[in-house]
């Protein structure tokens, strides 16, 4: 027995009700994700965003950002591991331009260092 969408009454079924399951697109129908739930919405990049903006930041604070931005740099990476989070590039981008930062202020504060202490202590001779 077949089923004939334009007659409503079948053979054998005194009602006529529709068959449970048809035709994703049949009826109205339209296809579903999963058990007629929408797709999941698009991961956040919460941290990998922070972890970016805080070690750019540290170019003006003199590093004291760029500490915070590589914290939240591997926090992200370790949610991006795990699945819970997306923004890889951006996650490493913050760790790059954070640890770049740092060591950057601290070979200046060197250096500093260095020329002040050569200046109290007679300088060339």
């Known amino acids: 027995m077949t089923y004939d969408p334009y007659n409503p009454k079948q053979p054998g079924d005194p009602y006529g ?15 579903m994700y999963g058990y007629g739930y929408p797709p999941p919405a698009p991961k956040q990049q919460t941290s990998a965003i922070l972890a970016l903006v ?10 004291a950002t760029a500490i915070v931005g590589v914290i939240f740099g591997h926090i992200a990476m370790g949610k991006i591991k795990r699945g819970e989070e997306e923004g890889h590039g951006m996650a490493l981008a913050g760790i790059i331009v ?9 070979l200046f504060v060197a250096i500093y260092v260095f020329a002040i202490f050569a200046a109290v202590n007679g300088g060339y001779r």
Do not use: N, R
């Open 17 to 31: 009700q529709q068959p449970p399951y048809g035709q994703p697109g049949q009826y109205g129908q339209q296809p």
């Open 54 to 63: 805080l070690s750019l930041v540290g170019f003006a604070t003199c590093g």
């Open 98 to 106: 954070g640890y770049v930062v740092i060591v950057g202020y601290l």
